[in-house]
């Protein structure tokens, strides 16, 4: 009897401390909004890219310091090269949010994007702040609620704003750099990773923003030798691209199975084991990522949360049957005119589109004839060597007006664009909308 209650303890126990998944563009923001209006004591926030587009969770965080919530917010001095968004750090300073920059040199970014409530809950994802990651990108969140791993998410927040060395050489959860300086052990990324696919017996299946490790290469090559299945699944590049096209070219060429899938676009970063291990988190399969990024990510098996993990299996397996064998990039040009609506269908291809250019923008260094207001709504660039080809003036001659272009759909910093170098790529239609 005492042992069919400790064994009912444990597997209370172990429900209660099961991370819920959230899975995006599917779930939409309120996941997170919700998990911000729960907090009653303190909020940390850690992220490495945050946007205008995602002022509703500045507010969200605002709302909480004006009921007496203390929020803090690390975020990366220097994303993709850049600095900080300005306009969304002052905007949370004026909500009495206490924001700092991380510091420089310790990590080459802080590619992390975690959020703690009053120490109990921890949303670890792949998603940072901006409008695409909830509209129109492929992206995981876990919501843990085990005291050890929260507590381990806190340990890393208070020593990143502090800019001190933490070692985690006996870490519950993934992190990255997976390095060693002055006898602390700062990550176990890398050894992970390597010894879950190394570990491999039937299949390792793989959602990836990144393939461009060449250790891990060689270990998903390995694993094919030794008759395992690897298939992975990314969205279109570019030919020439090395981030993702050249690693998961050559893995097909070993005999992996590649999928390409346009829509939603893949910034996730999952990886399933034997239908039994799952990995996931901010850690992309790059060295840069593995070796010196601030990353963390979360492994868990399906015993220990069976809902999150076969709800990640399905959305995996679903995109996998809805990828494309081949790189729309290599396809020929789509015939006919879609929607702009439509563009992200067909990332990759040289497209028509057609639509109303519902605003109109001159940065100097750059033009916007936006379909909408969206960070997902397809919109067409002119460079301002090009401006004086276009109708003038320009670029608010196209204000309100219904037109077609042709190019190529790309992505860029969330957004789905058309580069327009010549005016004969742009058409106004007769008469308005």
Do not use: C
């Not at 959602?207 to 699944?233: S, T, Y």
């Amino acid at each position: 009897m005492r042992k069919l209650l400790l064994a009912l303890a444990f597997l209370l126990l172990t429900a209660l401390a099961a991370p819920r998944l959230v899975v995006e563009p599917e779930d939409g923001v309120k996941p997170l909004l919700d998990l911000i209006a729960s907090a009653q004591k303190e909020i940390l926030v850690k992220m490495y890219l945050w946007t205008p587009s995602r002022l509703d969770v500045v507010e969200a965080l605002g709302e909480a310091v004006a009921r007496g919530v203390k929020v803090r917010v690390l975020l990366e001095r220097e994303p993709s090269g850049g600095r900080v968004d300005l306009s969304v750090y002052q905007a949370l300073k004026d909500r009495g949010v206490e924001v700092r920059l991380t510091t420089p040199f310790r990590f080459v970014f802080v590619h992390e994007k975690s959020l703690v409530v009053d120490r109990k809950l921890a949303w670890v994802g792949t998603m940072n702040l901006t409008g695409s990651s909830f509209t129109a990108n492929r992206e995981y969140a876990l919501i843990l609620d085990d005291p050890r791993q929260v507590a381990e998410v806190v340990k890393a927040f208070e020593a990143d704003w502090e800019g001190k060395r933490l070692d985690l050489s006996r870490a519950l959860l993934v992190w990255a750099p997976s390095r060693t300086l002055s006898g602390v052990k700062e990550g176990n990324a890398r050894e992970t990773l390597l010894a879950l696919i190394r570990g491999a017996k039937r299949e390792v299946f793989l959602e990836h923003q990144a393939m461009a490790d060449p250790e891990v290469v060689a270990a998903l090559k390995e694993a094919l030798a030794r008759g395992v299945r690897v298939r992975l699944v990314g969205s279109p590049q570019e030919p020439g691209d090395t981030y993702f096209l050249a690693g998961a070219e050559e893995l097909r060429q070993a005999g992996a199975d590649l999928r390409f899938l346009p829509d939603p676009y893949v910034h996730a970063k999952a990886l399933v084991v034997d239908g039994e291990v799952a990995l996931v988190g901010s850690l992309n399969l790059s060295a840069n990522s593995l070796n010196a990024n601030r990353e963390l990510a979360v492994r868990f098996t399906r015993q220990e949360a069976p809902e999150a993990f076969a709800r990640l299996l399905s959305v995996m397996e679903r995109d996998f049957q809805a990828g494309l064998t081949e790189n729309p990039f290599a396809l020929p040009p789509l015939e006919g005119v879609i929607p702009w609506q439509e563009a992200p269908k067909y990332f990759g291809r040289i497209a028509t589109v057609e639509g109303v250019i519902q605003q109109v923008e001159d940065r100097g260094t750059v033009a916007f004839l936006r379909f909408g207001p969206g960070e997902s709504d397809l919109r067409l660039v002119v460079f301002p060597r090009s401006y004086g080809l276009f109708q003038q003036p320009f670029p608010q001659s196209y204000l309100g007006k219904k037109v077609r272009a042709r190019g190529r759909i790309v992505l860029y910093a969330g957004y789905y664009e058309i580069v327009l170098e010549d005016p004969s790529a742009l058409e106004v239609l007769d008469g308005s909308p």
